[in-house]
């Protein structure tokens, strides 16, 4: 799996993803976003510094994203492509993108979302604590 910087390209998959019914579930804002709304956002990620946004591709099918927050601490979220979930490619994700940060990376993750807390545990994050309903992950990072 190669992991490779968003472009203008992906607009469309990643809409898809993210307003896949599981993926909204999963989400802190459950609701579907406007091709209009995901346009202005996409746009802002590709020109701001603040937000890396990934996709990994596996054989030539795009398997997920990664999104990197930076600050004093990153915030780091994944989204497997729907039609990939299930093979692995969550960790491989995660791990891929983990290599490129040096700061503190931490997750917020629902309480229902049990796998995410077991893929974000397997690579080495811990929980801190419940956040506005959400509970906080950390990974320190050297």
Known sequence: MILRPAQPRDAADLLAWRNDPLTR??????????????????????????????????????VGMVRLDHGPET??????????????????????????????????????NLA???LFERVGFRFLEMRDGLRRYRLDRG
């Open 25 to 62: 579930e999963m989400s802190r804002s459950a609701g579907a976003v406007t091709p209009e709304q995901h346009q202005a956002w996409f746009a802002a990620v590709l020109e701001g510094a603040e937000v890396a946004l990934l996709i990994g591709e596996s054989q030539g099918v795009k």
């Open 75 to 112: 915030e780091v979220s994944i989204n497997v492509n729907p039609a990939c979930r299930g093979r692995g490619y969550g960790e491989a994700l995660l791990t891929q993108a983990l290599a490129r940060v040096e700061r503190p990376v931490f997750a917020e993750i629902k309480p229902e």
């Open 116 to 118: 995410s807390q077991r």
